[in-house]
């Protein structure tokens, strides 16, 4: 059966949209949501493309808040640097 080969994302989805960022986490879910409905209606390619659309945007949710974070432990050592300095 096709259906067994279609993942959904969601669970990664949830977590993404709670640790890391919302907005592009509340799309995750939303494709990921998507998934088992168009399977249950027989529409296994755009069940394909809804989980495809769920895992990019997983992605992008993590990458944006390691971006983030990446760049508010910068922003951490610039301010520490400049206050030792003075």
Known sequence: ???????NYLPQAILVTLFCC??????????????????QVGD??????A???AKTW???SFGSALVFF???ILFIIVLSS?????
């Open 58 to 60: 997983c992605w992008v």
């Open 70 to 72: 990446v760049i508010y």
């Open 44 to 49: 296994y390619e755009g069940a394909m493309q």
């Open 22 to 39: 919302l907005p592009f986490g509340i799309v995750a879910i939303v494709y990921a949501a998507q998934v088992n409905t168009k399977l």
């Open 82 to 86: 400049a206050s030792q300095i003075r």
């Open 51 to 53: 989980s495809k659309s």
């Open 1 to 7: 059966m096709q259906s067994q080969n279609v993942p």
